[in-house]
């Protein structure tokens, strides 16, 4: 059999940056990130003879960062590639270990209050200006993946489903953060990835396969 389907994921993720939050937290003009991360991803599925390929493209954000006020945000963006195994031979059931790789790129984000400065002090005084811009870093961490899914089948469309996806997203190395345009710093934090996530996993396909 052969059962081929688009996916959309929406989840959350558990990811502490332990390394810049440190730094950050030194410094009362600024808020530590938040561990807390949203999930989007959307990709293909693939089922051959119980064999399964997923690719997916991923976003994520900690849906925080006021402006206005000292805050803080993280988002990035990632593709991937998974391989699992369908263990269940049944016709309205998929349960598959998977494992996969992939690559995503990171922004930090931190935002002042700078509320007490007037309007005056910012036209009239140019070290005022760049004072008032939030900073940001950047990194980036090849990654691994290992997980368990579910998904359960409509009765009358081969290709819908809703499942629930959970896994553990790792990089292989410390890295180093960098300025927003991507510049070495000196006496640089480093972070690695270490991210729970769980995810609801819904599929389509345009035409319907049965699944016997």
Not at 167 to 177: C, I, N
Request: net charge positive; no cysteine.
């Amino acid at each position: 059999r052969t059962l081929s389907m688009s996916t959309l994921s929406i989840g959350g993720g558990l990811q502490e940056f332990d390394g810049l939050n440190s730094r950050i937290d030194n410094n009362n003009a600024y808020r530590t990130l938040r561990d807390y991360t949203a999930l989007l991803h959307l990709g293909f599925m693939k089922e051959r003879n119980r064999f399964i390929s997923m690719i997916n493209l991923g976003l994520g954000s900690t849906m925080s960062g006021d402006r206005q006020r000292r805050s803080s945000t993280v988002r990035f963006i990632g593709v991937g590639a998974d391989i699992g195994y369908d263990l269940v031979a049944a016709e309205r059931v998929m349960f598959y270990p998977l494992v996969g790789l992939g690559y995503e790129w990171y922004q930090a984000k931190f935002f002042r209050d700078v509320s007490n400065l007037s309007f005056n002090e910012v036209i009239q005084n140019p070290l005022v200006q760049p004072a008032i811009s939030p900073i940001a870093f950047t990194n980036s961490f090849f990654n691994y993946k290992v997980g368990l899914g579910v998904n359960l089948f409509a009765p009358h469309d081969g290709g819908a489903s809703i499942g629930l996806q959970a896994a553990y997203v790792g990089s292989f190395q410390d890295r180093e953060w960098r300025s927003r345009e991507g510049q070495e710093l000196g006496n640089a934090p480093e972070d690695r990835l270490g991210r729970f996530q769980v995810s609801i996993v819904l599929t389509h396909s345009r035409r319907s396969y049965m699944r016997k």
